[in-house]
């Protein structure tokens, strides 16, 4: 038997998690290098995956498969496509990230009193490690059931980050702060949670049909026709797996838990959320409804596009009106997964393969925005858009990069995500034209509230707030120098992902018995 | 020898990203850096100007494949560029103006803390620039357009810590986003359409299209050009770009970014040609900007901005030209060039006399500077006769053409078009030599500056006067170099095409014409400007002057519509997400006060009710499962 590389990506930070969390509470920082230690080495990890994977070879590859409950047909089966493969490397390159950027957010307070069983260090870092680790194996998993534990599974770490951890200083004091937090983590876990239960009913409901929990298995007996469902029950499962992974991606109108938990919870935190967790929602549209339910899927189409369009403008919308800083980051991710959506719907190459590269590029721009907002905010000590002013003057590098952070989410050509979302919009355009052109309203939008956050926080006066504000420190340019490297890499070179992504999109493609629209005249090439 | 082309733009980039990454230690060597660096770009075309010029008219185009950008199924985007007689005359305008302005900044800058990153963005903006004309194809063309925005953007607002200047610089980026919004819509058209938006493929294929789909393709082209050349209906940020440094505006607004437009209408004229009614549009949007522009030109006292109001005008003329098709591509072009040789040379005299007057920009405190800077008057005046038309300067000769073009669209819309043009020649000569007699003649009406101190107008350093005077070689015998034996027609005939029309009068009447309208214009400017004193205090106007100042009210009907508006919308929409979508209602963090104690019983039952209904689901899975089994 070869070595279980992929049960090793999980396997490696779970054991980081537990290592940290065992840190005495005296060794707060040893505990922090070897969380870091331990996301590197997951790093180190996922690039042998990238390595080992081969884009043009069988479908599913360096596939595990055990017998688990085999009363119940349950397997822990894993496998990676070229998608699972992208988000994997995505997540696995953003922990450090986020683990070097949280550097701080979670020493305890200089006049806490000491005590030796009080150790909120080892926990954040151990958190965040332990979210790794399942989310890793979500994007593995090719048995429905392993799945579904993963899903829920990683809400409970994730409850405990937002509602644990925020900033430091907040406009209304200690209490309302932590009141803030722990509605901010409670509507996270009950609106995840609805989702969850509702996805549990049809998973035990497609296992009364199907008789299995194996992916591959239902979707080549699918292909083959020696398994059938009625239209209607169809419709009813992949409407239970459909809500759920709506409520976690977000999609309009069960978006609001997110601008809460992103609010509250440390920035780094917030792009754990945004960049991370929440791909797992749109992953999974795309490998479990697309793949289980192919005619429910096109059955549904219509109404899913319609509701990633109002994502698209209303998310951006309510980012231009928003006084926050990180709630507008919130709404503007709101806009982008309805573009990801859209784009995994429109049911082409191009938008699915948009899609894709869209979670990935979503993910690194986010994460570079989010976090330098994290570092302004960590200075002074407000979320408010409207304390801020005159930053540019104080702190240039500082200004800068949080520039180039906000030209990535609106998608300025020449940096990462452009890409993504115009094969979105061609993908879309091609197959449904006024959906396609509606949803381009969007790119002005995102200019408006870019631009608009900048203006107010870096331009004008400087404010006497920000007077004295350093310019980022090297801890903090290490974070960001390679995410803003990525971002102008893969906006000009996106082949190497575009590579691994494509012949999966086939796939799906071929799953949903689709092929693109034909071009109305056939250029001479 | 196409692999010089990826130079042309290379070096600019390693420019801006060696200034803009450099830190310090460049500050005192990188304003020289980014000027070598430009004329190191200037070099590069010149030799492959040389090289074409040495091959027939035929075997001109050169191609240069750098790698395969976005590789998806069904969809194919290059790294690629194209040389031919359309991008050279663009690569040597931009490379050349471009270069001389890096030198002039140099001086006009000197005492800039942040000069370092201003030269950065400038080798910035002549990569971008370059990348747009030299794209192969509408994608590649897309990231130069949106990097010359982006450029233009931090150019403009430069000097961030005015919040006028930030505020001007968001309007332009976000009113050409909505430009943009027509290109990105353009491509699509062209995928589904032809399955492709590479240049050649596109423009072979045209003729199968359907005529609806291209005239679809045309006009989201247009709104692209309006967007980025400020026209009719997206004009409204050129006069506010003016807060950027006067170099600025001299490179990027007046003699090219701004003139993006013209060649994206130009390029796609296999589109345009086939699509009459899209054509037509082209034509009432340059004809309207036209008058427009001008007529705005005449009413404002801030010298950048009556030049801004000069240059819509100007791209007025030049989107006309290309509208009218194959009759006048090449003298939009011609006239694209010419202006911006004169265009820029005015700029940088405007700079030169602000660089004197305490940057002072309204002509009323002007008056009387000629004797004080001898240079700056000279070439600003030469300026001057060749935008108006004087007799053997440049825009006499690319101006003529394209009234003559305009005539020879045939007609009633050829007298219409011919007579428009004819007035706006009128409105030019007025508004130009207005700007000319309240800065250089009339008695001095210098006021100190906020600081009280009294301005000392001198003339501009060498590095400031020697590209002003190039500037002003090119506008005098450019336009007659370029007419001379039709060299420039012949020069461009290959690639846009060229059809003589039928005009209606002979060429001699209407250059008479236009020499009558010039004469009118003028008189009328020195009787009101000249002849009678100029009040420092701007006089209350005509109703048409009042609208003019504010340019023509379309920025109060902006506001009212578009900023109240959509500051309703968005204020309402995140009352609705807190109320009825959240359907949980916030509050202050007073009423979160008495909440609390009940949201934190609530939290810890709910965790108790997760971990429940965790177990509950796997018991009824499990039950499920094992009844499967027993049935």
Known sequence: MSFPLLTATAVLPAVGAIATAAVPAARRTAAKWLALLFSLATLALAVLVLVRFEPGGARYQLTESHAWIADFGVRYELGVDGIGVALLALTALLIPFVILAGWHDADPLEDARPNRRWRPTQGFFALILMVEAMVILSFEATDVFLFYILFEAMLIPMYFLIGGFGDRAHAGGDEAAATQRSYAAVKFLLYNLVGGLIMLAAVIGLYVVAG??????????????????????????????????????????????????????????????????????????????????????????????VLALISIVYGALLAVGQRDIKRLIAYASISHFGFIIMGIFAMTSQGQSGATLYMVNHGISTAALMLVAGFLISRRGSRLIADYGGVQKVAPVLAGTFLIGGLATLSLPGLSPFVSEFLVLVGTFSRYPVVGVIATVGIVLAALYVLVLYQRTMTGPVKDAVRTMPDLRIRELVVVTPLIALLLFLGVYPKPLTEIVNPAVEHTMSDVQKTDPKPEVEAAP | MENLIALLVAAPLIGAAVLLCGGRRLDRAGHWLGTLLAAASFVIGVVLFSDMLGRSADDRSLHQHLF?????????ADIAFQLDQLSMTFVLLITGVGTLIHLYSIGYMEHDERRRRFFGYLNLFLAAMLILVLADNYLLLYLGWEGVGLASYLLIGFWQHKPSAATAAKKAFLVNRVGDMGLSIAIMLMFTTFGTFAFGPVFAATGDASEGKLTAIGLMLLLAACGKSAQVPLQSWLGDA????????????????????????????????????????????????????????????????ALAGSTMSQIGYMILAAGLGPIGYVFAIMHLVTHGFFKAGLFLGAGSVMHGMNDEVDMRKYGGLRTYMPVTFVTFGLGYLAIIGFPGLSGFFSKDKIIEAAFAKGGTEGWILGAVTLLGAGITAFYMTRVMLMTFFGEKRWQPDAKGDAPHPHESPRSMTIPMIVLAVGSVFAGGFFSLGDRFLHWLEPVTGHDHGDAPLSAGVITGATMVVLVIGVAVAWLMYGRASVPVAPPRGSLLTRAARRDLLQDDFNHV?????????????????????????????????????????????????????????TAVLIAATLLMRAV
Request: glycine share 10%.
């Open chain 2, 242 to 305: 003016m807060e950027g440094p006067t170099p600025v505006s001299a490179l990027i607004h007046a003699a090219t970014m701004v003139t993006a437009g013209v060649y994206l209408i130009t390029r796609s004229s296999a589109v345009f040609n086939a699509a009459p009614d899209a054509q037509l549009v082209v034509v009432v949007v340059g004809a309207v900007t036209l008058l427009f522009g001008a007529i705005v030109g005449c009413a404002k006292d801030d010298i950048k901005k």
């Open chain 2, 561 to 617: 519509v578009l900023v109240r508006g959509g500051e309703h919308l968005t204020r309402s929409l995140v009352y609705m997400d807190h109320t009825l979508v959240d359907g949980v209602v916030n509050g202050t963090a007073a009423s979160f006060g008495g909440l609390s104690g009940r949201l934190r019983k609530l939290q810890n039952g709910y965790a108790r009710t997760y971990a429940v209904s965790m177990f509950g689901g």
């Open chain 2, 68 to 76: 395969s950008w976005v590789p998806v199924e069904g969809f194919r």
């Open chain 1, 212 to 305: 299995t929990f194996s992916l591959s298995e239902i979707v080549a007996a699918r292909a083959d026709g020696s398994l059938s469902m009625a239209t209607g029950t169809e419709r009813w499962l992949f409407l239970g797996f459909f809500f759920a992974f709506a409520v976690k991606a977000p999609l309009w109108p069960l978006h609001t838990w997110l601008p809460n938990a992103m609010g509250e919870a440390t920035a780094p935190v917030a792009v754990l959320i945004t960049a991370v967790v929440d791909k797992v929602g749109t992953f999974a549209m795309l490998r479990f409804c697309l793949g289980l339910f192919p005619e429910a899927s096109t059955w549904a189409t219509p109404a899913i596009l």
